[in-house]
């Protein structure tokens, strides 16, 4: 992985950058000696690896404020990182870079239930907000399956999905408002309490930014009020089609069922074995689908979504009759990622989105990638939305393993892009797909999104290496070609 | 200021970048328009070169199952709507039309300007707005390139979510030339509980309490006295003021949360019930704020805070004969003031600000909107990085020069 370049100035004022950051940050805010830095080097995504500069933990905003404008004015790069929970690489260090932790930001600031929203600041965990919540009957809907450990702050800067999602929205549909501070120390609000912020949507394209456009010290967030019933289906398919089928059919029938999530053959079986909660083991496919809402409406909907299965020739169709076996269903799906781990001594979670229609089509390709690379794939699939987890499974410890791993999920993101789909669904860019970037984008395409990241921090210091390719310097994206008086159309077109 | 000396009408992505292209080399202030319906919204930009999408028109691809239309931004959304009828789906995002407010004809609005205006109507309070259902465009920007971004399936993180900035961007950022969105199920029916007689302060309160509950109350407006003799209710529920809540699903959903809905809110009185047919009218008044058609008034639309709706108006009450109505739980202020030169744009600001919410003059006569800042000023701060990132996309500052703010975008 190409990071970029470190500044051998940085590397060698790294005392004295240390010393600036003590003044701002006092106590034991700033992290130097390489035994403690390690606990920083990584992140999710554990195949790559770098010591940061330093780590910097602050406590305020006006920390943060000082800490950016120092690293601005001394041209010091940053790098943000919430819980380090990101499965893209999307903390992961540079040599020459501060490690921003923001985990001492762990406070709920508000809850205010008359306007349903809570005001927290970026390291608190996403579980934490549904705790302080659920007593009085809410809860904050996205639920990345992280979320005993993410912290909000990353959720917004990776705008963080879940197997609620088709129903509730992303991190982005449930973030009202945030604090956030640019490169030179400004502070800045962008929406809050009420829907839909003034000007132009700023909030809309911070959340998602992957940290590189400007750190955020305050979120507020809508809650919901918890439904009063769940029901789930467990659905068995001999055909990876006709569960396809059952998806697109329960959707045609208007029902966005709470969550909807599929598994494959192999998925089941390294699920089966290990929690033991009877799955089916003779299947192709396997789709659980819960349903949320007031009795009178799971009811109801339990008995349509029970006859659409039966319709696509379902093999196994149970319907949870108690909280216990509602639980049991979710258990295999929700330990699918250490099942797999228990089978092979590595995976590589894939996370492209894919038009539904044409999982038959992805799951067979991805067979025949499987046999070319050597290596196995299970795949976990939020079906309702099309959003693909291939677990690729390896062994680091054999030499080229890693590398072929790698290849062989470049490959089913590229294929995902070409049936129509997306790069990542919910995981973000990183640097693990910054490179296949221009399978999904061309250069305009993407020089436009540069400039926007270039309006919030011009000289490119906050998480440089994610997201971009190539990293264009600032002014030779903004300049304009306009050929006056060499033009084509020299005069008024008329169409 | 004069009227647009020049009017172009593109047919395909190619030709708007050549028409932006030559506006930038003859520096003309373009005016991006599809129907028009919205052109009376914002300061008014004086623009030299009207840059008409109408004839950008026609769904590119629509899979029910999929969740996802893509349709070429100059399609109207009474077309898209009727075609999402037919498979029994919806923008749930529920567009206001602001045709009839702003003068106009009613169902003109294209696609385009629904997005670029982020129109929204009652639900969302439930459902989001449409920026919340907008996956991905193509646009020409204001350095006269087609781009792209987002993409054509539901759930999408790859890259900036350019699709947020462009919704509700009025032109000012790029043209756009195809949009996709996310579409939904269009519930099997619907109801309204409407609660006579509350105060405002009591209405927000009790919708506080509907939209708080497991009902999954998906509209929750209050109509006071006189606002609510002109809205689409029975005679009876006219008197006086009306507090409408509304349920949306199926059939035996719906009923069974109207049971338990109107039970949690007795202290606040007996709600009578509309059916589907009242309930489909009544919240299409409400969402294209029929109530201050065909008057004069200059129109604010406050977003503010749910709980903090009724001191926001009683505070510009104080000071002017205005009359309001509330949408979203309290959280959106149909305000229609007196004419005045300013239309009373201090009075209203003063209420807004203090809460964090804001407000947007929407129909003001043109000296009016050139006189006062139509859209929430942002502090410093803000306000420059606002100008960053319309020069980001719009160096030149062609696209609708000065329409949000008047020292530049």
């Known amino acids: ?495 | 200021m004069t009227a647009p000396t020049e009017s172009l009408k593109p047919v395909c992505d190619a030709e708007i970048a050549e028409a932006v292209i030559w506006a930038a080399e003859k520096a003309r202030r373009i005016e991006v328009r599809g129907a028009g319906s919205k052109a009376m919204v914002g300061r008014p930009i004086g623009a030299d070169l009207v840059l008409d999408v109408s004839a950008l028109t026609g769904v590119v691809d629509y899979a029910p199952a999929e969740l996802v239309l893509t349709a070429r931004a100059g399609t109207t959304l009474a077309e898209v709507e009727a075609l999402l009828a037919g498979a029994r789906q919806m923008l749930a995002f529920e567009p206001m039309d602001f045709g009839p407010l702003l003068g106009g004809p009613a169902g003109a609005a294209t696609l385009g300007g629904v997005i670029a205006s982020n129109a929204s109507g009652p639900r969302r309070l439930k459902d989001g707005a449409a920026r919340d259902h907008f996956l991905g465009f193509q646009a020409v920007s204001g350095r006269g390139e087609a781009f792209k971004a987002g993409g054509k399936v539901v759930k999408n993180v790859t890259g900036y979510d350019l699709s947020k900035l462009m919704a509700g961007s009025w032109g000012t950022l790029s043209v756009l030339t195809e949009v996709t969105l996310k579409v939904l199920p269009r519930p099997q029916t619907c109801a309204t509980l409407v609660l006579p007689g509350l105060s405002d302060a009591e209405a927000v309160r009790a919708m506080s309490l509907a939209v708080g509950s497991p009902a999954d109350v998906s509209g929750a407006a209050h109509l006071p006295a006189g606002v609510a003799a002109r809205a689409a209710l029975p005679k009876a529920l006219q008197a006086g003021s009306a507090t409408a809540l509304r349920l949306e699903g199926f059939g035996p959903s719906v009923a069974a949360r109207a049971r338990s809905l109107a039970e949690s809110l007795a202290t606040f009185g007996a709600a009578a019930v509309l059916d589907a047919p009242e309930t489909q009218a009544f919240w299409a008044h409400v969402r294209d704020v029929r109530a201050f058609v065909g008057d004069e008034r200059p129109v604010w639309r406050i977003s503010a805070p749910p709980m903090a709706g009724p001191a926001i108006v009683a505070a510009i009450r104080a000071e002017t004969a205005c009359e309001a109505y509330y949408d979203w739980a309290g959280g959106l202020v149909w305000l229609a003031v007196p004419r005045a030169p300013d239309a009373w744009a201090a009075v209203v600001r003063k209420g807004g600000g203090a809460v964090g919410g804001h407000a947007t003059l929407i129909r003001a006569p043109a000296e009016v909107r050139a006189a006062v800042a139509v859209f929430e000023p942002e502090p410093p701060a803000l306000a420059a990085l606002t100008r960053r990132v319309k020069a980001s996309f719009d160096p030149l500052n062609l696209l609708g020069p000065g329409r949000l703010f008047a020292d530049a975008p």
Not at chain 1, 92 to 115: H, K, Q, S, T
């Open chain 1, 1 to 495: 992985m190409k990071m970029p370049a470190p500044d051998p100035k940085t590397l060698a004022r790294r005392g004295e950058i240390a010393r600036a950051m003590a003044a701002i940050v006092p106590g034991e805010g700033v992290i130097t000696d390489a035994e403690s830095l390690r606990a920083y080097e990584s992140d999710g995504l554990t195949a790559y690896r770098q010591s940061p500069l330093l780590v910097v933990l602050p406590q305020t905003t006006a920390q943060v404020s000082q800490i950016l404008k120092w690293c601005g004015e001394n041209h010091v790069r940053i790098v943000p990182r919430g819980a380090g929970t990101s499965l893209s690489g999307g903390a992961l260090p540079l040599e020459d870079g501060i490690l921003l932790g923001m985990a001492r930001f762990n406070r709920v600031l508000e809850i205010d239930y008359d306007n349903r929203c809570c005001v927290v600041q970026p390291g608190v965990t996403n579980l934490a907000i549904t705790r302080a919540v659920e007593d009085a009957g809410f809860y904050y809907a996205p639920d990345p399956s992280s979320q005993i450990a993410c912290s909000i702050g990353g959720n917004v800067a990776e705008n963080s999905g879940g197997v609620h999602c088709l129903k509730y929205g992303l991190t982005t549909n449930n973030v009202l408002g945030v604090e956030l501070v640019l490169m030179t120390g400004e502070v800045v609000r962008l929406g809050g309490k009420h829907l839909d912020a003034a000007g132009y949507d700023l909030l809309g394209v911070m959340v998602g930014s992957e940290g590189l456009l400007a750190v955020v010290t305050e979120v507020t967030v809508r809650i919901l009020p918890k439904p009063a019933t769940l029901r789930a289906l467990l659905l068995g398919f001999a055909t990876v089609e006709a569960g396809g089928q059952c998806v697109a059919d329960i959707i045609g029938a208007g029902i966005i069922p709470a969550g909807m999530e599929m598994m494959d053959r192999p998925a089941i079986h390294a699920a089966e074995a290990f929690v033991h909660v009877g799955y089916p083991l003779d299947v192709e496919a396997l789709l659980i689908v819960e349903l949320d809402g007031p009795e009178a409406e799971c009811s109801h909907l339990l008995d349509a979504v029970m006859a659409i299965a039966q319709a696509c020739g379902a093999v196994t169709a149970r319907a949870s009759g108690s909280e216990a076996e509602r639980l049991a269903f979710w258990a295999g799906r929700k330990a699918a990622f250490p099942a797999v781990g228990r089978i092979s001594p590595d995976y590589y979670c894939m996370d492209g989105t894919i038009p539904r229609r044409r999982l038959p089509e992805v799951l067979t390709r991805m067979r025949a990638l499987s046999e070319h690379h050597g290596l196995g794939v299970a795949n976990v699939f939020h079906a309702g939305d099309g959003n693909l987890h291939p677990l690729i499974l390896y062994d680091a410890n054999q030499p080229g393993q890693l590398e072929r791993a790698e290849a062989f999920g470049a490959d089913i993101l590229r294929l995902c892009v070409e049936v129509g789909g997306v790069l990542t669904g919910e995981h973000g860019v990183g640097v693990e797909k910054r490179d296949l970037m221009p399978e999904m984008f061309s250069p305009v395409d993407l020089a436009h999104q540069q400039r926007l990241k270039c309006a919030f921090d011009p000289d490119l210091l906050l998480n440089p290496g994610k997201v971009f390719p190539t990293l264009h310097r600032c002014a030779e994206l903004g300049r304009v070609h306009v050929h006056a008086g060499r033009t084509a159309f020299p005069d008024l077109p008329r169409f």
